[in-house]
């Protein structure tokens, strides 16, 4: 068990807040951010943010042991005093598009350019074929990295 204080295996933004709970096949651990926001997003102003909620979001992570991970992610929700608007806290390690970490994404990525298939690396992941295929595509249009956008990486050599 990790102690609540400890980062989640290099993912400085944040920290586990409980005890991991173990599937055959799966882990799930409880985190939540390790500091909150002190300024709004939308004014900038530096006044006392209101607590406004908070619900848990599942984050896939990269596999540890040949088990799946998943981040089970106490998000908490503000309320600007200034100028009333309500935000929910900001993830970076979190990637914007999918329910699932930045490195990861990055992971999958990397499987494809060393011509792993689609399915191959869904299994491997946890997460469906076309979870992948979307990865593809995007970095495809250049949103990722420069195999993909510069034609070295065809959707037909993983199929």
């Given amino acids: 068990?990790?102690?609540?204080?400890?980062?989640w295996h290099g993912l400085s933004d944040l920290k586990v807040r409980g005890p991991v709970?173990?599937?055959?096949?799966?882990?799930?651990?409880?985190?939540?951010?390790?500091?909150?926001?002190?300024?709004?997003p939308y004014c900038g102003s530096g006044e006392p943010l209101h607590k406004h909620?908070?619900?848990?979001?599942?984050?896939?992570?990269?596999?540890?042991?040949?088990?799946?991970?998943?981040?089970?992610?106490?998000?908490?929700?503000y309320k600007c005093?200034?100028?009333a608007a309500v935000?929910?806290?900001e993830l970076?390690?979190?990637?914007?598009?999918?329910?699932?970490?930045?490195?990861?994404v990055k992971m999958i990525r990397d499987l494809l350019i060393a011509d792993?298939?689609?399915v191959g690396i869904a299994n491997l992941i946890g997460v469906h074929e076309k979870t992948v295929r979307n990865i593809h595509k995007d970095c495809s249009k250049?949103?990722?990295?420069?195999?993909?956008?510069?034609?070295n990486c065809d959707a037909e050599r993983h199929r």
């Avoid at 709970?21 to 709004?40: H, K, Q, W």
């Avoid at 979001?57 to 089970?72: A, G, I, M, N, T």
């Avoid at 250049?142 to 034609?151: I, L, P, S, V």
Wanted: with cysteine; proline share 5%.
């Fill in 81 to 83: 005093r200034n100028c």
């Fill in 53 to 77: 909620g908070c619900r848990e979001q599942v984050v896939l992570d990269l596999p540890v042991k040949q088990k799946h991970v998943s981040l089970l992610i106490l998000r908490r929700r």
């Fill in 21 to 40: 709970v173990e599937y055959p096949g799966d882990l799930m651990i409880p985190v939540e951010r390790a500091s909150f926001p002190t300024n709004c």
């Fill in 1 to 7: 068990m990790l102690a609540n204080h400890q980062n």
């Fill in 142 to 151: 250049g949103t990722g990295f420069k195999e993909c956008a510069k034609g």
């Fill in 87 to 89: 935000f929910w806290e």
């Fill in 92 to 104: 970076s390690e979190v990637d914007r598009k999918r329910r699932m970490t930045k490195r990861l």
């Fill in 116 to 118: 792993y298939t689609y």
